[in-house]
């Protein structure tokens, strides 16, 4: 398997106040595929997102991307890890307000030795005539593009997405999943979302279901539902 997790476990605070938020997770996940991570607030999705994505630390258990085993790595280590192998998408967009929307598609190409190619990307985007406008000039769904830019850009080998369209219409979620979707399909970038909408699962190949830190589910989708076809 190309991401591997095996009997993961990760606790908050101490003695009485010690909160269990992963029991023994493990699963894995081959190159190229979309995963999504579903399960209510609370269920430690999000929490296993940034221990994939080196954030955060395990307690027990063990985390490997393409053979590197995170655990093992020290803080230098895994700031290259993060560099080489992760984008990251999270629900607010973190864009720098003073810089154009291409500007801050280009903060991500610095931290990449193989980017994409700007141009191309951003059209691929639906971006490219916005690229000098500031964030505040374009819509949240522009502005998720452009976050979604600013990940993809360094090409990464997977790209994490944390609840990517919790701030965003109808609409426009439909239209960040299929780009999304796109992205996947035209980089062969292996994607591991977050949700708890109970339809963006049917986009997938690989579901996850979790409640209280253990998977309930796990299961692959032999036929897909194309991100424009969605319905909640």
Known sequence: MYLDLKDVTKSYGENENRTQVLRGISFGLEHGKICVLLGPSGSGKSTLLNI???????DGGSVSIDGDTIEHMNEKALSKYRRTHLGYV???Y?????LTVQENIEVGAYL??????????MKTLGLWEHRDKTPNQISGG????????RAIIKNPDI???????GALDYKTSKEILALIEEVNQKYGT???LVTH????KEMADRVVILRDGQIREEYTNETKTAAADLEW
Not at 52 to 58: A, K, R
Not at 159 to 165: G, K, Q, S, V, Y
Not at 197 to 200: E, M, Y
């Open 94 to 98: 973190n864009l720098i307000p003073n």
């Open 159 to 165: 790209l994490l997405c944390d609840e990517p369209t």
């Open 190 to 192: 292996t994607v591991m």
């Open 112 to 121: 990449s030795d193989q980017p994409l190619q700007l141009e191309e990307l």
């Open 142 to 149: 522009q502005q998720q593009r452009t976050a979604i830019g």
């Open 52 to 58: 994939i994505g080196g954030i955060e630390t395990v």
């Open 90 to 92: 999270f629900q607010s």
């Open 197 to 200: 909408n109970d339809a963006i």
